[in-house]
């Protein structure tokens, strides 16, 4: 059974380029509340611990570098169907083949620096939600 939350990180880049205000109204407009979010920078370690899943890919040591070169924005959201209504926000991890208005099509430069992570499921949300967030700092 779906859930109602999802969790989503504004990654380095989009940070970098001045993007927050403009992806929290676009997610907030999609009728997301959210229910969590903070303004942090993961250490390499904390990064590679949250990608761990990818770690024996090619891109898991560029993957930790990226995410670790910068102040990123985390929050989990609630909404019906969060996690497939987010996705489907988010567009695809190419942003040249993600969908016109999605967020990656409006603010990522590349693969590598796609603006936007979005939970796939919803036990990754559960725990990726977790990862960043003790239970008494998510508010209904």
Do not use: Q, W
């Amino acid at each position: 059974m779906a859930t109602n939350r999802t969790f989503t990180m504004i990654k380095p880049d989009a940070v970098r380029n001045g993007h927050i205000g403009a992806i929290l109204d676009k997610i907030c407009a999609a009728g997301f509340k959210i229910v969590a979010m903070k303004y942090t920078k993961l250490s390499a370690e904390k990064a590679g611990e949250f990608y761990a899943v990818h770690k024996e890919r090619p891109f898991y040591g560029e993957l930790v570098e990226f995410m670790s070169s910068g102040p990123i924005v985390a929050a989990v959201l609630e909404k019906d169907n969060a996690v497939a209504d987010f996705r489907k926000l988010i567009g695809a991890t190419n942003p040249a083949e993600a969908a016109e208005g999605t967020i990656r099509a409006l603010y990522a430069t590349s693969i590598g620096e796609n603006a936007v992570h979005g939970a796939d499921s919803d036990e990754n949300a559960a725990i990726e939600g977790s990862f960043h967030f003790a239970g008494t700092e998510m508010f209904a």
